[in-house]
């Protein structure tokens, strides 16, 4: 199994990214797949979720209504539509998948795999 995170750039604040990750070896209708981030000096937090199936998302408190998670099946691929950044949305955001039915983003440490991260920079 493999994810690869892409998307990432450098934007000025209330500006909009999409990132994709990009999988191989699992089919996205199978896994539950969130996006984490992690900015410099702090622990990597959840930011979104999206079901294998159902359709049920989540968000965190600081990006809902900003962000927006999808999926598309037929290329295995899930998004992440990011707008009105702000500067505090700057981190490496990382993408990762689950056949453990979560039910929301839960901890990282519950996602067996995990891609390599893009890095998002929001200046002011």
């Known amino acids: 199994v493999q994810l690869q995170a892409s998307g990432g750039g450098l934007v000025q604040a209330g500006e909009s990214l999409r990132l994709s990750c990009a999988t191989r070896?699992?089919?996205?209708?199978?896994?539950?797949i969130a996006w984490f981030r992690q900015a410099p000096g702090k622990e990597r937090e959840g930011v979104s979720y999206?079901?294998?199936?159902?359709?049920?998302?989540a968000y965190a408190g600081s990006v809902k209504g900003r962000f927006t998670i999808s999926r598309d099946n037929a290329n295995n691929t899930v998004y992440l539509q990011m707008n009105s950044l702000k500067p505090e949305d700057t981190a490496v955001y990382y993408c990762?998948?689950?056949?453990?039915?979560?039910?929301?983003?839960?901890?990282?440490?519950?996602?067996?795999?995990w891609g390599q991260g893009t890095l998002v920079t929001v200046s002011s």
């Open positions: 990762a998948a689950t056949r453990v039915v979560l039910s929301g983003i839960r901890r990282p440490n519950e996602y067996a795999y």
């Open positions: 070896g699992l089919r996205t209708d199978d896994y539950d």
């Open positions: 999206i079901a294998a199936t159902g359709g049920h998302t």
